[in-house]
């Protein structure tokens, strides 16, 4: 299995401001993927992130909001840009450290906009 | 895209009971997953399952690919399985993101 470490794992902001979540895997991966989960909601694909290339956004997520970092093969960063209330979500990074295999998580960062 | 589907999409049990939780899903699939996401809201992996039928402690799944469905099975019921499941797949194409249905959640009371 896969260990996949995500960090901060939670933090309060003020509404304007950003924050940027940082995800190492221990492995190199290919691709990795970034999800938002909305209070009482399932998981929404923000973007996927491919190493030396920018980042593939989802129908209604935005670089200049989300912006996405992919320097190597084992780290990815995502960046809540200009954030407000409806920011207040868990973002997650996820990976396939082996092909036709299972994904992991990592522990998730939950973001409280005030 | 692929659409994934569970039921029911919230479930109360008393301690002990047993459960079937369902996932159906609308088209081929390289890979299925069963998830628990705890209070903390991490997902913690249950079932690497595309096909088949695997077991684990009181948990088990079965995926019956060919019919595009997936069950979970709770046996004896604790009150640390409450949480929300998730069932999740990656369509046929292949190193595509697993796309989630909306979770079941489970509230198991003692």
């Known amino acids: 299995s896969a260990v996949i470490s995500q960090k901060p794992s939670r933090d309060i902001c003020q509404r304007g401001t950003s924050l940027t979540i940082q995800c190492q895997v221990d492995?190199?991966?290919?691709?990795m993927f970034w999800y938002r989960q909305q209070p009482g909601q399932s998981l929404t694909l923000i973007a996927t992130?491919?190493?030396?290339?920018?980042?593939?956004?989802e129908s209604g997520f935005v670089i200049d909001k989300f912006p996405i970092s992919r320097p190597n093969l084992t780290f990815s960063t995502l960046t809540v840009s200009n954030m407000s209330p409806e920011d207040s979500s868990i973002y997650l990074c996820s990976a396939f450290p082996q092909v036709l295999s299972e994904a992991f998580f990592g522990q998730g960062t939950r973001l409280t906009v005030v | 895209g692929i659409q994934v589907e569970q039921s029911p999409p919230d479930l109360i049990l008393q301690e002990g009971a047993n459960s079937t939780l369902r996932c159906n899903f609308s088209?081929?699939?390289?890979?299925l997953q069963w998830f628990h996401q705890n209070p903390w809201g991490q997902l913690i992996n249950l079932f690497y399952?595309?096909?088949g039928t695997k077991q684990n402690g009181r948990l088990s799944a079965t995926t019956v690919a060919t019919e595009r469905y997936s069950l979970l099975y709770i046996s004896s019921s604790q009150t640390t399985d409450s949480g929300v499941y998730f069932c999740?797949?990656?369509?046929?194409?292949?190193?595509?993101?697993?796309?989630f249905g909306k979770g079941t959640r489970l509230s198991v009371i003692a």
């Open positions: 999740a797949v990656e369509g046929r194409s292949g190193n595509t993101p697993l796309v």
């Open positions: 992130a491919n190493q030396g290339s920018e980042a593939t956004y």
């Open positions: 088209d081929s699939v390289n890979n």
């Open positions: 399952i595309p096909s």
């Open positions: 492995s190199q991966v290919t691709m």
